[in-house]
């Protein structure tokens, strides 16, 4: 060998012996030919322990062997391994670690070069995480509970307190109040039901929101409900103002459209579109009643229900605008 190559042969020797990560070389047999000292401290061996070993029997369980082997194959047939897993070290311990794997030719042989890097304390920090995530997710679901238990309370105290004003304008607004309560309250309900507390599927939510709110008028005029949803999720944030917007207008068919009717119909149609690039929410809202009297809408309405909806829209950054032929039809556009 000429004086370039033993110096060569001495830099790689350097690089393999000094490297932070542990490194293996095996034969086709999966047998340890060698390994730099980072391979002897993480595992424990001594060079003399680990050279001409088994390397599976040398660094996994009985349990882990199954998976081991399995990689080994992969990289004794030419494949190449990255994988997450655990390793068992001579004291016993078992550590988690990162391990890559790839074959190499050489002079007509296949040898694998293996890289082990210990990643227990990453692992550590990301059961860390997740454990602290967990405990965000129960607080926030028994914070959604205790809301919705205060909420039911409220509901009921208005609800009481409209009965004993029977007949007075004062039970209508009271009566307003406790729907509007009841909306929140079913979001509440669901989130916390739900897998994720910031955000719900709107097939999730609208039926049985329309469902709370109709079973509060069950003694005025039969109501049929025709709804069209696009499987999509929207942030507790939307569902919000969305669920009390639905409220409105529920009300507001039930109090008026029908009120010279047998019977009603609303549909309501909730689907994505993109304009200039942003992903909308489209909300259309009908009913086959009698139609808006001329000049009523978000701003210019005797009642105060045209108008939190107006508001509720400007929360959302959306648009809206009244189609009144044939009954009425609301359209809404906001941003998902």
């Known amino acids: 060998m000429s004086a370039n190559g033993h110096i060569e042969q001495e830099h790689f020797e350097h690089l393999f012996q000094s490297s932070p990560v542990a490194v293996v070389v095996l034969d086709g047999q999966d047998r340890v030919v060698d390994c730099n000292l980072e391979f002897t401290r993480l595992f424990g061996y001594t060079m003399h322990e680990t050279v001409g070993c088994y390397l599976n029997e040398l660094i996994s369980s009985p349990e882990m062997m199954a998976e081991a082997s399995a990689l080994s194959q992969v990289t004794l047939s030419g494949g190449r391994v990255d994988k997450e897993t655990k390793r068992r070290r001579?004291?016993?311990?078992?550590?988690?670690?990162?391990?890559?794997?790839?074959?190499r030719e050489i002079g007509g042989h296949t040898y694998?070069?293996?890289?082990?890097?210990?990643?227990?304390?990453?692992?550590?920090?990301?059961?860390?995480?997740a454990a602290l995530l967990r405990e965000k997710e129960m607080l926030l679901k028994e914070t959604h509970h205790r809301v919705k238990n205060n909420m039911s309370v409220i509901s009921s105290l208005l609800g009481m307190q409209a009965s004993l004003h029977e007949g007075s304008r004062c039970e209508h607004v009271l009566q307003d109040a406790a729907a509007r309560v009841q909306s929140m309250l079913v979001l509440y309900d669901k989130l916390y039901q739900a897998e994720s507390t910031e955000k719900l599927g709107i097939r999730d939510y609208l039926p049985?929101?329309?469902?709370e709110i109709l079973s509060l008028f069950?003694?005025?005029?039969?109501?049929?409900?025709?709804?069209?949803?696009?499987?999509?999720e929207l942030s507790s944030r939307s569902l919000m103002p969305l669920g009390i917007i639905i409220n409105e207008l529920i009300t507001n068919s039930i109090k008026y459209a029908f009120k010279w009717r047998n019977d009603g119909?609303?549909?309501?149609?909730?689907?994505?579109?993109?304009?200039?690039?942003?992903?909308?929410?489209?909300?259309?809202?009908?009913?086959?009643?009698?139609?808006?009297?001329?000049?009523?809408g978000f701003h210019s309405s005797s009642g105060f229900g045209l108008e939190l909806v107006g508001m509720l829209v400007e929360q959302?950054?959306?648009?809206?605008?009244?189609?009144?032929?044939?009954?009425?039809?609301?359209?809404?556009?906001?941003?998902?």
């Open 112 to 129: 694998v070069y293996g890289i082990y890097q210990d990643i227990t304390e990453k692992k550590r920090a990301e059961e860390q995480v």
């Open 265 to 296: 119909r609303i549909s309501v149609s909730v689907q994505l579109h993109r304009e200039a690039g942003q992903d909308m929410v489209h909300l259309v809202y009908e009913d086959n009643g009698s139609g808006l009297p001329a000049g009523v």
């Open 218 to 232: 069950r003694d005025t005029v039969p109501v049929q409900t025709n709804l069209e949803l696009e499987n999509f």
């Open 208 to 211: 049985a929101l329309m469902d």
């Open 316 to 336: 959302l950054s959306g648009t809206a605008h009244i189609e009144s032929e044939n009954g009425t039809r609301f359209v809404f556009n906001f941003p998902l």
């Open 90 to 103: 001579k004291d016993g311990t078992v550590i988690d670690v990162a391990i890559t794997g790839a074959p």
